[in-house]
């Protein structure tokens, strides 16, 4: 068990994710380094190369001969971000840990702040930017995915998106335990922590030439798909509900409405049209129950990781101290 009171000398993993990011590598690590150089406990940093095609691997390699506190987890091929985070905590070995985005968008002297609660016996701590640069149309769909994960997770949480947090080894063990609501690390640790809170960060505009980093539209859609089949397990299970009352009460009222339009004689439209949703309303209902089988079977048959680890690239100077 860790004592609260000493985790502000425990060491810390700083875990950041790289794809295509052979123009940013060398700029992160300098920001950093004048950063970690002042923690007062000893600091590792993790970069996890995920599937890149350009240079990265070698500039990592590179920053990695002059550094021993570097860290290099290589991928077999491109997961995603999310995938990319977890392999970095799976591989962390100090109590505390950073995530942080290569692209410097957040402030790397904003680190000490983040690490700062788990002194107080947070276990959690989410990054919220303030002053963000990015598009209107980012911005907007940054708030809209937010409130829509908000309000379907129960977590309450400013900025899902914000790439900057510290948590405790602890709860990232446990988000590792999570099977597939591991894909939304985030949400998932603030479900698990026992105490969290949010802190303030700054923000930078985003670096035009990295556009091969960047999730596209389609991307985004489709991490979002995830979460309402993954995280939200009980989702096919309400629709079904909903939709079998909605059956059964229009059917009721279809029953009525045909025996009064036989007894006075009135045309039948009324009937049609509420028969008519109610055949609607039954047919969603079975979607829906469909859907529930298919997401069991999937849960039940899914045995696909989501990332594989191709090599763990150790720093120079452990090797030479186990020499």
């Known amino acids: 068990m860790i004592h609260r009171e000493g985790v502000r000398t425990l060491s810390t993993s700083i875990i950041i994710p790289l794809y295509n990011s052979a123009d940013l590598i060398a700029a992160c690590h300098s920001a950093l380094v004048d950063v970690i150089d002042n923690l007062p406990s000893e600091t590792e940093v993790i970069y996890v190369d995920d599937g890149s095609r350009d240079q ?31 392999a970095g905590i799976e591989h962390a070995r100090n109590p505390n840990i950073v995530t942080f985005d290569v692209d410097l968008q957040c402030d790397p002297r904003d680190i000490p702040r983040i690490l700062a609660p788990l002194a107080n016996g947070y276990d959690f701590v989410s990054g919220v930017r303030v002053g963000r640069f990015d598009s209107t149309q980012r911005r907007f769909f940054s708030r809209v995915t937010t409130a829509l994960v908000r309000h379907l997770s129960g977590v309450p949480l400013r900025d899902v998106g914000c790439p900057l947090n510290a948590l405790t080894n602890e709860v990232a063990r446990e988000i590792g335990r999570c099977g597939e609501l591991r894909r939304f690390a985030k949400p998932l640790a603030a479900r698990l922590a026992r105490n969290l809170t949010e802190i303030e960060v700054r923000h930078a505009p985003h670096p035009i030439h990295k556009l091969a980093s960047t999730y596209s539209s389609t991307r985004l859609v489709n991490l979002f798909m995830d979460f309402l089949v993954t995280a939200l397990g009980d989702v096919f299970a309400w629709a079904f509900m909903v939709f079998a009352a909605l059956t059964v009460a229009l059917g009721i009222t279809t029953v009525g ?36 089988y298919m997401q069991r079977i999937y849960r039940q048959t899914s045995g696909v990781p989501m990332y594989i680890v191709r090599r763990v690239h150790e720093p120079l100077a452990r090797h030479e101290q186990c020499e």
Do not use: K, W
């Open 257 to 292: 409405a045909t025996a009064a339009c036989i007894a006075t004689g009135r045309p039948m439209l009324l009937p049609l049209v509420t028969g008519a949703l109610c055949a609607f309303s039954g047919l969603s209902m079975m979607v829906a129950l469909a859907g529930e």
């Open 56 to 86: 990265t691997i070698e500039i990592a390699h590179q920053i990695q001969a002059q550094d021993g506190r570097v860290r290099v987890v290589e991928l077999a091929t491109n997961y995603g971000q999310h995938a990319a985070i977890l």
